[in-house]
């Protein structure tokens, strides 16, 4: 009985997959997405969807599932060493350029206080490099500290973001909602799919609820209920947020915005509680940085312990943090950074939020497609097996989208880092099939 009590409930596992996924990624969305017009918007119930598809199919491979590696364990039960590599390197890289993608939100939010540090794109880009350093070298000191601190600053932006999705609606304007719901005359269609990596970006994280299935009460139960209803929980705090945005600030003037969550309140209330929202956000997105370049380094010692990745990545220091390999990705985020300068920091912000939407459901897709693999392995009942293939290939259609949606550069950019990644695994896979290497 004790044993069960320490256990998550079902409304404890809910809260954590929407607080997961509701970090920086929601702080400059409405920039972006009043840069195609309010029909934009149309995306987040195609994205919704899609994300709660993709949120069962790997609450269910979570159950079936329990190894260590989540996604790239998945995908192993189909393709092997290959499987697990490649899932894990594009995830790997995916979420090193979501680092920069977050580094550039907190800039933009940053301007507000300091305007010069995004007044030319060479200096957002001297900043946005400068805060990956920044927070690379504040994680030198080891886990202790660094966890905590983002628990905490997460809250900098979910409260400000889920208070406007309640309290907004007293300001907003059905004109100003009408003038700027199409500036660009694009048809349903267009207007469905012309923000689906960018609202596609507000729920990446979703396929980390399924490594809490240890920890829960009634895991086949509770898992896939709690990653339907967490993720369905940030979808509508995601759409009534950014739709009551566009009632409140006029499109044009909220498409050329740094920090639109502090705009917007500088408008409902006074400059003061915009400046204190800006604040916040800063906060927020530098904790979430900070727990996120600490992450891609654990996930990159974790690969090479497994011989999956270059052994320098598993050295650590007596405060047990893989300098080295947070130093290499330091490098490799900078690269990125300079790679995608552009006119605008919003600019920026889409180019490497395509990438990493294209980098994360390649991932996707073949973790998914394991799941019959899986469900054949467990002899799943006909009934479950028919409503999991149902939602897996849902889920699988939504993601080949999410890629087409992306758009030509991103895709030229995923298809040559997922190339690069057989080259890398062409010398790993003789690890594993010669001189009896482990399988």
Same mark, same amino acid.
């Given at each position: 009985?004790?044993?069960?009590?320490?256990?998550?409930?079902?409304?404890?596992?809910?809260v954590?997959v929407?607080?997961?996924?509701?970090?920086?990624?929601?702080?400059?969305?409405?920039?972006? /997405?009043?840069?195609?017009?309010?029909?934009?918007?149309?995306?987040?119930?195609?994205?919704?969807?899609?994300?709660?598809?993709?949120?069962?199919?790997?609450?269910?491979?979570?159950?079936?599932?329990?190894?260590?590696?989540? /996604?790239?364990?998945?995908a192993?039960e189909?393709?092997?060493?290959?499987?697990f590599?490649?899932?894990?390197?594009?995830?790997?890289?995916?979420?090193?350029?979501?680092?920069?993608?977050i580094?550039?939100?907190?800039?933009?939010?940053?301007?507000?206080?300091?305007?010069?540090?995004?007044?030319?794109?060479?200096?957002t880009?001297?900043s946005v490099?400068?805060?990956?350093?920044?927070?690379?070298?504040?994680?030198?000191?080891?886990?202790?500290?660094?966890?905590?601190?983002?628990?905490?600053?997460?809250?900098?932006?979910?409260?400000?973001?889920?208070?406007?999705?309640?309290?907004?609606?007293?300001?907003? $304007?059905g004109?100003?909602?009408?003038?700027?719901?199409?500036?660009?005359?694009?048809s349903?269609?267009q207007?469905?799919?012309?923000?689906?990596?960018?609202?596609l970006?507000a729920?990446?994280?979703?396929? $980390?609820?399924?490594? %809490?299935?240890?920890?829960?009460?009634?895991?086949?139960?509770?898992? #896939?209920?709690?990653?339907?209803?967490?993720?369905?929980?940030?979808?509508?705090?995601?759409?009534?947020?950014?739709?009551?945005?566009?009632?409140?600030?006029p %499109?044009?003037?909220?498409?050329?915005?740094?920090?639109?969550?502090?705009?917007?309140?500088?408008?409902?209330?006074?400059?003061?509680?915009g400046s204190?929202?800006?604040?916040?956000?800063?906060? !927020?997105?530098?904790?979430?940085?900070?727990g996120?370049?600490?992450?891609?380094?654990?996930?990159?010692k974790?690969?090479?312990?497994?011989?999956?990745? #270059?052994a320098?990545?598993?050295?650590?220091?007596?405060?047990?943090?893989?300098?080295?390999?947070?130093?290499?990705?330091?490098v +490799?985020?900078?690269?990125?950074?300079l790679?995608?300068i552009s006119?605008?920091?919003?600019?920026?912000?889409?180019?490497l939020?395509?990438? !990493?939407?294209?980098?994360?459901?390649?991932?996707?897709?073949?973790?998914?497609?394991?799941?019959?693999?899986?469900?054949?392995?467990?002899?799943?009942?006909?009934?479950?097996?028919r409503?999991n293939?149902?939602?897996?290939?849902?889920?699988?259609?939504?993601?080949?989208?999410?890629?087409?949606a992306?758009?030509? %550069?991103?895709?030229?950019g995923?298809? +040559? +880092?997922?190339?690069?990644?057989?080259?890398?695994?062409?010398?790993?896979?003789?690890?594993?099939?010669?001189?009896?290497?482990?399988t």
């Amino acid at each position: 009985m004790a044993e069960a009590e320490k256990k998550m409930s079902l409304m404890q596992l809910t809260v954590l997959v929407a607080v997961n996924m509701m970090g920086s990624g929601i702080i400059m969305l409405p920039t972006n /997405m009043a840069q195609v017009g309010a029909i934009s918007l149309l995306s987040w119930g195609v994205t919704a969807i899609g994300s709660m598809a993709i949120a069962y199919g790997f609450a269910q491979a979570g159950v079936l599932n329990q190894r260590s590696g989540g /996604m790239s364990a998945y995908a192993e039960e189909a393709y092997g060493k290959s499987g697990f590599f490649i899932v894990f390197y594009l995830y790997f890289f995916s979420l090193a350029i979501g680092n920069v993608a977050i580094a550039i939100s907190a800039v933009g939010y940053l301007a507000t206080f300091f305007p010069w540090l995004s007044s030319t794109p060479a200096s957002t880009c001297i900043s946005v490099v400068g805060l990956i350093w920044l927070t690379t070298v504040a994680n030198f000191g080891g886990p202790k500290v660094t966890g905590r601190l983002g628990a905490i600053t997460v809250w900098g932006v979910i409260i400000p973001v889920a208070g406007l999705s309640l309290i907004g609606w007293f300001w907003f $304007s059905g004109s100003t909602f009408k003038a700027a719901w199409n500036p660009k005359g694009l048809s349903l269609v267009q207007g469905m799919g012309s923000s689906i990596a960018l609202t596609l970006w507000a729920f990446l994280g979703m396929e $980390s609820a399924a490594q %809490n299935s240890d920890a829960v009460e009634n895991p086949k139960r509770n898992v #896939p209920l709690a990653c339907m209803l967490g993720t369905l929980g940030a979808a509508v705090i995601y759409v009534l947020s950014t739709t009551v945005i566009q009632g409140i600030v006029p %499109n044009e003037e909220l498409a050329q915005s740094t920090g639109p969550f502090g705009l917007v309140y500088a408008q409902m209330f006074n400059p003061t509680v915009g400046s204190t929202i800006m604040a916040l956000a800063v906060m !927020a997105c530098l904790g979430s940085l900070l727990g996120w370049q600490f992450t891609i380094a654990q996930t990159a010692k974790s690969a090479a312990e497994d011989r999956m990745f #270059p052994a320098f990545f598993a050295k650590v220091t007596e405060s047990n943090a893989p300098i080295r390999g947070m130093l290499v990705m330091g490098v +490799v985020q900078s690269a990125m950074a300079l790679s995608t300068i552009s006119p605008s920091l919003s600019e920026q912000f889409s180019v490497l939020v395509n990438l !990493a939407v294209v980098t994360n459901v390649i991932p996707y897709i073949i973790a998914l497609s394991a799941l019959i693999v899986m469900m054949q392995k467990a002899n799943v009942e006909p009934g479950a097996y028919r409503r999991n293939v149902v939602v897996a290939v849902v889920a699988m259609l939504y993601s080949v989208y999410a890629i087409y949606a992306s758009g030509a %550069n991103a895709v030229l950019g995923g298809t +040559v +880092v997922m190339g690069i990644g057989f080259v890398i695994f062409g010398f790993l896979a003789p690890r594993f099939v010669i001189k009896g290497a482990r399988t």
